[in-house]
């Protein structure tokens, strides 16, 4: 039996060693990661008063990381929290092609909760109204929202839980100011134009890259979003690389543009619906 030299077995020994801690830093690595996004969770949730006592959340499910995140962190909470609420999980397949309609179904079976699977062709719609070459995210967008609308109403679910996140806000934001001249983003929580639904993002405080190692470490069965084949050419990816590359070049700038979204001071603008500019005047204490 040949002898194994004594350098070998150091360097075997070595490299178990050091495989073995790094698995135990990625554990601990991913334990800390899903504290953190269960504290923001639950601080966004708590700020904006978007849970209470016997609310019938409904999650919308889109099959992205965002989602799937946001329903898992949801169900731990509701493990802790201090009230009760019911949560039911909703995925709208608006028969894209190539999309795999049994990812969803199987993997919320496997999570014991109550969803429904609404079947509607708004694909077919899009492409028929909206020329080649042009985003159909806007269009889409809004034949959905109607869609969910109806859903919560049959469901009767007091609230709609939607997969919005940090950097969805900050791009929202401008998004409005470069194309739409207006300082408007994406609130927290929000009442519905017709004043029927009230809709929750409980991912307000989470960044996106946190969602992205999330994903990774729960290996959440994710769906593409490109099988409409217009994602990559709409102004909010051009907002996202430029907003990703003021990232890189100054640290932090998403953080700071996102608390100045709850920072607001209305005086200083230019919105006379905001603030009273013409009744502005010297007070007496001043002449």
Known sequence: MPVVPYQMK??????????VEKVKKLAFDNHKLEKR?????GQATGDYRMLEAGDRLMVCMSGGKDSYAMLDILMKLRERAPIDFEIVAVNLDQKQPGFPN?????????LGISFHIEYQDTYSIVKRLVPEGKTTCSLCSRLRRGILY?????????????????????????????????????PPKLRSDDGKNILIRPLAYVKESDLERY?????????????????????????????DEWEKQYPGRIESIFRALGNVTPSHLMDDRLHDFKSLGLSEMSI
């Open 10 to 19: 150091r360097e075997f020994f070595a490299t178990v060693i050091e495989r």
């Open 37 to 41: 996004l269960c504290r923001l969770v």
């Open 102 to 110: 049994y990812i969803l179904p199987d993997y919320l079976r496997s």
């Open 150 to 186: 109806r859903i919560a109403g049959e469901l009767r679910a007091t609230k709609i839980a939607l997969g919005h996140h940090r950097d969805d806000i900050v791009e929202t934001f401008f998004l409005n100011l470069f194309y739409g001249g207006k300082l408007k983003g994406m």
């Open 215 to 243: 994903a990774v470490y729960k290996q959440f069965p994710i769906i593409p979003c490109n099988l409409c084949g217009s994602e990559s050419n709409s102004k909010r990816a051009q907002v996202k690389m430029l907003i």
